[in-house]
């Protein structure tokens, strides 16, 4: 007796994802978000670090498509190599166009990047996380967006001024976004980014580190407006960066509000 099993005539099973729709109302991005998946991102110091990036994976869909077919991105992920790199993503989004029939294909990858950070004064060392990411897409060209947010340590520039003694100080947090025309390190914007700051922030901190740091910050007071423009001088200063957008928020030590500035900017 023959007997089929379930899957083994899938092409006589309907596909209600191709079946006309009557709306007329095409869809930017369609796909499939939260996708976790190792990769391999360039590291200055090692050449080459190993992550987990977090996948969002979509096309476009014609006003005549009822749906996309999910698992369709999963198989090209899966298809480009057990570790993704930066460098596969032009050869993925074109393989999504071409499995899902579309113009446009778009891939956002989140991932923690570790960079050894030594403390200022005792030189312990540690490993400082920071989030990382790369938005991609095809649409007629390749297009590759660098992102990260990155900590600092800020110190209000009005507390020292009308204090006698002491200034308020707090962690801030700084989003970028930057295209290039060239290669640029990861560790190479996040150093920018931490030169802009009151101070940078150590994985690792003993006493006469902690010394160190409190009377740097002390000596470099920055308002989230002085942050915003200090990276921005240092993204002017390289050809390499054509294109970027700063966001600056501190998170207030005296204040039951944060502060916030933002600037965009094409070279």
Known sequence: MNMELPGDNATSLPDIQKTPDQRNIAIDKVGVRKVKFPIVVL?????????????????DLPSEFKGTHMSRFLEVLN????????????????????????EKAHVVVEFPFFMEKKAPVTGKSGMMQFDCGFDAQI????????????????????????SKYGAHNQRGW????VKTN??????????????????ALYPVLKRPD?????????ENPRFVEDMVREVALKF?????????SIEVENEESIHAHNAYAYLARTK
């Not at 649409?139 to 009308?162: H, Q, R, Y």
């Not at 700084?174 to 976004?177: F, P, T």
């Not at 060239?182 to 101070?199: F, K, N, R, T, Y």
Request: hydrophobic share 35%.
């Open 43 to 59: 590291d200055r110091a090692n050449e080459r670090q190993h992550t987990i990036g977090d996948f969002t994976l979509t096309v």
């Open 79 to 102: 298809d480009t190599g057990k570790e993704i790199s930066v460098q596969a993503l032009p050869t993925m989004l074109n393989r999504m166009r071409e499995r899902l029939k579309a």
């Open 139 to 162: 649409n007629g060209s390749f297009d590759v967006t660098l992102f990260m947010k990155v900590p600092v340590a800020t110190l209000c520039p009005c507390s020292k001024e009308i």
């Open 174 to 177: 700084v989003s970028v976004r």
């Open 182 to 199: 060239d290669h640029v390190w990861l560790e190479e914007i996040i150093e920018m980014i931490e030169g802009s700051a009151s101070c």
């Open 210 to 218: 902690e010394k160190f740091v409190t009377e740097k910050a002390y």
């Open 236 to 244: 002017d200063s390289d050809d390499r960066i054509t294109q970027y």
